[in-house]
């Protein structure tokens, strides 16, 4: 009920004014019946731009950390995201993955749509990352179509570290959808599901026209993180 309020009655008309959102290919959103909707993830602003443009409910995989925030400020967006229906998901470590596709697949048993974002975080500058094989898995296991859509406009409104959007017109662009029955009990495949996923991603890459980078998001960020916080070098100065 929360959910439909927020997109019909209080959050949803406003992000329409506001944002005046381009929406291109809408009509490859199927009427009923499951399917996986895989986007890029440019900015915090794509969880609610792209449902608010989308006729049906979509269910999203949401990360843990939105949950188990400390504070007041933790707690509302726990409430929100509960409210909203949407799933916590743990991101680290194997037996967290397969938790993640075990809750996907109970959102698509229930002929739901599924939002994931393949690349697993937020582009931390405005590139699209190598995505992981977990929707992949669940495409295959559920036998569902996956549709590619390509947010463009949000890394510039709202990049990671900036709270309140700036005002700007952004587009949601969606695909074909993307049928994977020829993979059928293949989910355990290492070459399949990757595949699968690369598939996905070359889809969502043609959509957003984004630069692409053949290295997961995380690795990338942890890299460049523990790269700033070595400490800097300098020669010694000759006598």
């Not at 991603?201 to 984004?210: C, N, P």
């Amino acid at each position: 009920m929360f959910y439909h309020l927020l997109k019909y009655v209080l959050l949803g008309p406003l992000l329409r004014l506001l944002f005046r959102p381009r929406t291109e290919g809408l009509e490859h959103i199927p009427e009923e019946g499951p399917a996986i909707v895989a986007g890029n993830h440019l900015s915090f602003s794509d969880h609610f731009l792209m449902p608010a443009v989308l006729r049906r409910r979509i269910t999203f995989l949401a990360k843990q950390e939105y949950f188990t925030g400390p504070g007041i400020k933790g707690r509302l967006t726990a409430a929100f995201f509960r409210s909203a229906g949407q799933i916590p998901v743990d991101r680290s470590g194997k037996a967290a993955g397969k938790a993640a596709i075990r809750e996907g697949l109970g959102v698509l048993s229930r002929g739901e749509l599924l939002g994931i974002y393949p690349e697993g975080t937020r582009s931390h500058d405005g590139r699209l990352y190598k995505g992981k094989v977990g929707v992949a898995v669940m495409a295959i296991k559920a036998g569902v179509p996956v549709i590619p859509c390509a947010m463009v406009g949000t890394f510039e409104i709202q990049p990671p570290g900036k709270v309140v959007p700036r005002v700007r017109r952004v587009t949601v662009r969606f695909g074909a959808p993307l049928d994977f029955s020829r993979f059928a009990g293949l989910e355990d495949e290492k070459a399949a599901i990757r595949a699968v996923t690369d598939e996905i991603m070359y889809e969502i890459l043609a959509l957003s026209g984004q630069e692409y980078v053949d290295a997961y998001a995380a690795d990338v960020k942890a890299a460049e993180a523990e790269k700033a916080a070595a400490p800097r070098r300098f020669p010694r100065r000759g006598r």
